[in-house]
């Protein structure tokens, strides 16, 4: 029951944000103890774990991209967002929300960003 679909620009330019948001479906990002995810892939590279943001609001990022990434939400949409500041070609990969609703683990399709100029 439970749907996530990222959505956002596929081309950024260097230097600029990244932004994306995850749309949900089935379930509100607000109910106790879920939580929420980015997780991108580059090309040829495993996932990396970006940050989370819980029921609450509270937020966690990855050490190495801390300084760059902001998740934010908009509790009435049921929607949460990435924001991922000063791109470099480095970033380019597949973009992933996830969402953990305790019973199970939801995965997005997945949202293909290229930054290049």
């Known amino acids: 029951q439970v749907q996530l679909q990222e959505s956002g620009p596929g081309l950024v330019k260097p230097s600029q944000t990244l932004s994306l948001t995850c749309t949900v479906s089935?379930?509100?990002?607000?109910?106790?103890?879920?939580?929420w995810s980015w997780i991108r892939q580059p090309p040829g590279k495993g996932l990396e774990w970006m940050g989370i943001i819980t029921y609450d609001g509270s937020t966690y990022y990855s050490p190495s991209l801390k300084s760059r990434t902001s998740i934010s939400r908009d509790t009435s949409k049921d929607q949460f967002s990435l924001q991922l500041s000063s791109v470099t070609p480095e970033d380019t990969a597949v973009y992933y929300c996830?969402?953990?609703?305790?019973?199970?683990?939801?995965w997005g399709q997945g949202t293909q960003v290229t930054v290049s100029s």
């Open positions: 089935g379930a509100s990002i607000t109910t106790s103890y879920y939580a």
């Open positions: 996830n969402g953990n609703t305790r019973r199970n683990d939801y």
